[in-house]
Nanobody, 120 residues
Framework: VQLQASGGGAVQAGGSLRLSCAAS????????MGWFRQAPGKERKFVSA????????FYADSVKGRFTISRGNAKNTVYLQMNSLKPEDTAVYYC??????????????WGQGTQVTVSS
């Protein structure tokens, strides 16, 4: 069972990045999936989540209106489109699946993380 996150990088403030999370090893199409981020020295925080169908999405207040979460047609891939990036968005971003609690880090499966760095 693997979640593979990709798409991170370094951008200037106001720029955009698109993160991808590909799930393999089992069918994740029935699971909610989410994105979290962790800045150096800080706890891992909820960013966004999406229902198994893709019909429901959830966002942290800090990213509403700037980030968009979506699922691929096969439902085993989740994307996070990040626009209007700010320096405070700098963090390692993790994808996760199968939550016990949508907004906390109580997910059963985690990816390895991808670094996002936003410079001012």
């Amino acid at each position: 069972v693997q979640l593979q996150a990709s798409g991170g990088g370094a951008v200037q403030a106001g720029g955009s990045l698109r993160l991808s999370c590909a799930a393999s090893g089992r069918t994740f199409s029935n699971y909610y999936m989410g994105w979290f981020r962790q800045a150096p020295g800080k706890e891992r925080k909820f960013v966004s989540a999406i229902s198994w169908s893709g019909g429901s999405t959830f966002y942290a207040d800090s990213v509403k209106g700037r980030f968009t979460i979506s699922r691929g047609n096969a439902k085993n891939t989740v994307y996070l489109q990040m626009n209007s990036l700010k320096p405070e968005d700098t963090a390692v971003y993790y994808c996760a699946a199968d939550p016990s609690d949508l907004y906390t880090a109580n997910y059963n499966y985690w990816g390895q993380g991808t670094q996002v760095t936003v410079s001012s």
